[in-house]
């Protein structure tokens, strides 16, 4: 128990506190480590990276934890919720939904910080693929992003038909 007559010095609070961070960055190097050996796994029995279920009971049960230790929940879920989409963001780099065979891509998303844009940008990076962006407010516009993507191999399509306006007929003039 702290008494509070002889309070420590700041600094010594703050070595302290120092050494807890240091503990816990090496608890994530292990945590990572063993996600690493879950990307192994997931790529060998074809599982998808994400398992919602799985990360609605980690959440849960360390919510549930934190409040009974009297820790504040919805910072707690915070945390856990960057954990997880670290190891998710870990497991994509480690490809485990892409076999060995598979070649990386880049892929570049036009409008990736719209709504429709994220998820494109999440699903091509946990497919293990290095994803860059360009929007209005990024530097990198399409003339920019074009050059590292990779170019298609099917053929060109066809030519379509001029369109017609309202009334023309096949074969018309102005059709």
């Known amino acids: 128990m702290i008494d509070d007559a002889t309070p420590r010095p700041l600094p010594v609070l703050r070595a302290m ?7 816990l960055l090496q608890i994530v190097v292990r945590r990572m480590a063993l996600v690493g050996e879950i990307a192994a796994y997931k790529r060998q029995h074809g599982l ?8 609605r009971e980690i ?6 934890r934190a409040e009974s230790m009297g820790l504040p929940r919805g910072e707690i879920e915070s945390v856990f919720r960057v954990l997880m989409r670290a190891s998710r963001e870990h497991q994509a780099s480690l490809r485990a939904e892409l076999p060995y065979e598979t070649e990386a891509r880049t892929v570049a998303v036009i409008g990736g ?4 844009g994220a998820v494109m940008v999440r699903m091509f ?16 516009g399409a003339g920019g992003a074009r050059p590292v993507s990779t170019p298609s191999r099917r053929p060109p399509p066809e030519r379509l038909p001029a369109r017609r306006g309202p009334g023309s007929r096949p074969g018309s003039r102005d059709g």
């Open 125 to 140: 990076g946990d497919l293990g693929h290095q994803v860059i962006v360009a929007d209005v407010d990024t530097p990198l």
């Open 48 to 55: 998808r990276i994400r398992d919602v279920q799985r990360e």
């Open 17 to 23: 506190v120092d050494v807890l961070d240091r503990d």
């Open 59 to 64: 959440l849960e049960d360390r919510c549930d």
């Open 113 to 116: 910080h719209g709504r429709l």
